[in-house]
C-alpha cells in the first residue's frame, strides 16, 4: 500500500510543469522524470496496536502569522517525523507495533 501511495502522489507531482523533482524546464526534456514502480510483491504491513497502520501521512501545519519559511518548515516536518518513529519504535518495545507480513507474522521494529 505505501508504494501506491507513494506512486499517486509523485504522479501527481509530476503534473506539474517543473516535474515532481522541480527539474524539468519549460521547452526541454525533464532530467528527472517520476516513474512509478511496483513493491515487488512483498506483503509485509506496518501495525501499530492491532492495527494496519496507514501507507503513507499527511500533515497540515497551521501557521499563525500566515506564512513559514522553507528552513521552520523542514524543522518542523523533521521533529514531526522524528516523533512518529519514537512513538513507533516505544510501541514496538511493549510489543504493540511490529512489520507482519501475513496475519498473525511478522516481527518488531528495530532502530
Known sequence: A??????????????????????????????????????????????????????MTFWNLDVEAGVLGSAAYRQEMAERSARAIRRWLSLADLGRAGVAAAPGGGGGLRP
Open 2 to 55: 505505501m508504494v501506491a501511495a507513494a506512486n499517486r502522489c509523485f504522479a501527481f507531482a509530476e503534473e506539474h510543469p517543473r516535474g515532481a523533482f522541480r527539474f524539468a524546464r519549460e521547452g526541454l526534456e525533464n532530467p528527472v522524470p517520476f516513474h512509478a514502480v511496483d513493491a515487488q510483491g512483498r506483503a509485509e504491513r506496518l501495525l501499530i496496536d492491532g492495527a494496519e497502520a496507514p501507507a
